[in-house]
């Protein structure tokens, strides 16, 4: 026994525990699924991408070092499932169209929805790089560091990345007419 | 007074980690500086537009799904286990079946595979251009591509007697998976491999499932009266893509 419950629970899946793996597949599958979707803006791709990310920690997870941090492991997992499928994939501008729509909604909710639209197309106009940090930021509250530690660069490049990436994702959002004021 | 830079400025004050000292100095510099408003209007509105976006619950079925996946490829590896090493996988599960079988299908095996899998030259050694040629005697009854992520599939129906084969080439970029869905009163036989290998095969009561990266040329015999009348669906997935068709009678 470790001190860290979520160890515990990932040795017991390392050794083929698939009710332990179902654990962890109970506490990510939410932040994975919500990480694919904001990569590649649709719905399906991100539950196939989140099923594809899941069966390839439970192949590999033999190989899991545990002097990392796991959300770390399974999250760069995800970016780069994520990110191999959008280079491969259509052009971004389909992508607006799929986003997920809540049923019928009231008046602020199709605000709401369309606003959820704009951003989401602003954000698949930025270069991946930029996206990725956005979205750890922003959608997963990452710290600094812990986005360094996932896409292993310096917490300054972390930084210099998610200014420029807000910066230009503002301009965006203002070409829509979506602005501060 | 701080020296920090506009960006550090600002990002720091939308942060909540501004001290007072910087969030100062950001006033400052808004009040003086026309050529830095455009800019901290334009990071507000980024910060305030994501605080709009809610997070989204996954679909219901994500969950079991994945855990169906998992639970077959513990079943697969399992399998793989027993069986490894041999290059020519017998659906174990159904040994006794099989041997009950063997002599009947021992001349459809002898005669009619060879014709059927294009395996003329011995194992191993078939030319690439034998593969989809089909033998003498042997009808084609569909064909199927489809593609998916890194994936491309070409997939032919064979009718042989007492049953059909299925002729497979794939190529993939990176893992995919191949599932031949099939009536229940056909039984998968065997699986010939003629040019790379699956990863990993799943043999089950109406269910082939293959797993592959680069080339893949292999042939499933699947049993059976009417075989040839018989729908396969054919999923093939890679990259978080999947592409269904079906081979054979549609179903009505």
């Known amino acids: 026994m470790s001190d860290d419950p979520e160890l515990d629970v990932i040795r017991r899946a390392q050794s083929g525990d698939a009710r332990a793996f179902e654990a962890l597949v109970d506490e990510y599958q939410g932040v994975l699924y919500n990480l694919a979707l904001r990569m590649t803006g649709n719905p399906e791709d991100a539950r196939d991408l989140t099923q594809t990310v899941f069966l390839k920690v439970w192949r590999n997870l033999a190989s899991y070092d545990p002097r990392h941090r796991f959300y770390s492991w399974i999250y760069r997992i995800t970016l780069n499932e994520s990110l191999n499928f959008v280079q491969r994939s259509r052009p971004h501008s389909e992508l607006d169209e799929r986003l997920p729509a809540t049923g019928a909604e009231p008046d602020d909710d199709v605000h709401a929805s369309e606003m959820c639209e704009h951003i989401q197309g602003a954000l698949m106009e930025l270069t991946a790089e930029y996206r990725e940090v956005i979205v750890l930021r922003h959608f997963q509250q990452l710290a600094y560091q812990e986005i360094a530690e996932i896409l292993s660069i310096p917490e300054k490049t972390v930084k210099s990345r998610l200014y420029s990436a807000r910066q230009l994702l503002g301009e965006r959002l203002r070409q829509r007419g979506i602005t501060s004021a | 007074m701080t020296h920090d830079s506009f960006d550090e400025l600002a990002h720091a004050a939308l942060d909540g980690t501004a001290t007072p000292a910087q969030r100062s100095a950001l006033d400052d510099r808004l009040a003086t500086d026309s050529s ?45 286990g027993a069986s490894a090493g ?135 015999l699947l049993q059976g009266d009417d075989a040839s009348k018989q729908p396969i669906r054919v999923t093939l997935r890679a990259g978080g893509m999947t592409s269904t068709g079906v081979l054979g009678q549609r179903p009505r």
């Open chain 2, 36 to 80: 830095v408003r455009e800019r901290w209007l334009d990071i507000q509105a980024a910060y305030r537009a994501l605080e709009q976006v809610p997070k989204v619950e996954p679909p219901l079925d994500l969950k079991p799904s994945i855990m169906r996946a998992v639970h077959a490829e513990r079943r697969v590896a399992a399998s793989a």
């Open chain 2, 86 to 220: 041999v290059r020519e996988r017998v659906g174990r599960a159904f040994g006794l079946r099989l041997a009950s079988a063997f002599a009947a299908g021992a001349l459809v095996t002898v005669l009619v595979w060879p014709l059927v899998t294009g395996d003329r030259g011995g194992y191993g050694n078939l030319p690439a251009s034998g593969m989809m040629m089909p033998g003498p005697g042997a009808a084609t009854i569909d064909r199927l591509s489809l593609a998916a992520g890194t994936a491309t599939l070409t997939i032919e129906l064979v009718a042989i007697p007492h049953g059909v084969v299925a002729r497979i080439e794939a190529r993939a970029g990176a893992d995919a998976e191949l599932v031949l869905d099939h009536e229940a009163t056909l039984a998968a036989e065997s699986l010939r491999e003629i040019e790379g290998q699956p990863l990993q095969v799943s043999i089950t009561p109406g269910s082939v499932g293959l797993e592959f990266a680069g080339e893949m040329r292999c042939a499933v």
